[in-house]
């Protein structure tokens, strides 16, 4: 799936069942979300569910990738934004807004995706999702260690400790999430992270 595709509108009722998952599985965990739950948070029957999801796990994988492509849809609107960037380090600054526009717009998606374990039910399909954006995230680290502006190291590995340190200031501003944060805080944690990445010129 390319980063700049546009996620087809699903009907209404299958995105207020998808809704409703994803908002009980930031609260509960996927684990403990039973489908009663969804089809109460949803205001319809359960068996209203199963019209759309045949099983617990087709419902949670549907969650899964709706969250997944809205974040690359937010990362591709961010990284669009103004042309094409003049340095790494502006780049970089539109990956962080994209991820800072997805977990204050879409709470609930970002702790489902960030803070939870997916290896119980993930499908093929849900994986190839998840793995567009590491694609894209290592692919930038990859072109910044080109171009001499990020440290050496596995790119994938670098994409971990940098998006791990933006889920711990996620974590860091709950209940309030990054809306509890102010702009100052989110521009220091933004230069701090950068400093992660970026390679030292030698002394």
Same mark, same amino acid.
């Given at each position: 799936?390319?980063?700049?595709?546009?996620?087809?509108?699903?009907?209404?009722?299958?995105?207020?069942?998808?809704?409703?998952?994803?908002?009980?599985?930031?609260?509960?965990?996927?684990?403990?979300?039973?489908?009663?739950?969804?089809?109460?948070?949803?205001?319809?029957?359960?068996?209203?569910?199963?019209?759309?999801?045949?099983?617990?796990?087709?419902?949670?994988?549907?969650?899964?990738?709706?969250?997944?492509?809205?974040?690359?849809?937010?990362?591709?609107?961010?990284?669009?934004?103004?042309?094409?960037?003049?340095?790494?380090?502006?780049?970089?600054?539109?990956?962080?807004?994209?991820?800072?526009?997805?977990?204050?717009?879409?709470?609930?998606?970002?702790?489902?995706?960030?803070?939870?374990?997916?290896?119980?039910?993930?499908?093929?399909?849900?994986?190839?999702?998840?793995?567009?954006?590491?694609?894209?995230?290592?692919?930038?680290?990859?072109? $910044?260690?080109? +171009? /001499?502006?990020? #440290?050496? &190291?596995? =790119?994938?590995? !670098?994409? *971990? %400790?940098?998006? $791990?340190?933006? +889920? /711990?200031?996620? #974590?860091? &501003?709950? =209940?309030?999430? !990054?809306? *509890? %944060?102010?702009?100052?805080?989110?521009?220091?944690?933004?230069?701090?992270?950068?400093?992660?990445?970026?390679?030292?010129?030698?002394?």
């Amino acid at each position: 799936m390319n980063i700049h595709s546009v996620t087809p509108r699903k009907p209404d009722l299958a995105q207020s069942l998808i809704d409703a998952a994803i908002a009980l599985f930031a609260e509960r965990t996927y684990e403990g979300t039973q489908m009663p739950a969804v089809a109460q948070r949803a205001e319809v029957g359960v068996g209203s569910i199963y019209r759309y999801f045949p099983s617990k796990e087709a419902l949670g994988n549907a969650a899964f990738q709706y969250a997944k492509q809205t974040l690359l849809g937010v990362l591709a609107a961010a990284l669009a934004e103004g042309g094409p960037p003049r340095s790494t380090r502006e780049e970089f600054g539109r990956f962080w807004r994209g991820f800072t526009r997805y977990a204050t717009d879409h709470p609930a998606a970002f702790a489902f995706l960030e803070h939870q374990q997916h290896d119980t039910f993930l499908a093929p399909a849900s994986v190839a999702t998840a793995a567009e954006i590491d694609r894209v995230a290592a692919d930038f680290i990859t072109r $910044g260690q080109q +171009a /001499g502006e990020i #440290r050496a &190291g596995e =790119p994938c590995q !670098l994409v *971990a %400790l940098a998006v $791990g340190a933006f +889920a /711990g200031l996620v #974590r860091h &501003g709950r =209940p309030g999430g !990054l809306a *509890a %944060l102010g702009a100052d805080d989110l521009d220091r944690a933004e230069a701090a992270v950068w400093d992660l990445l970026h390679r030292k010129a030698a002394p």
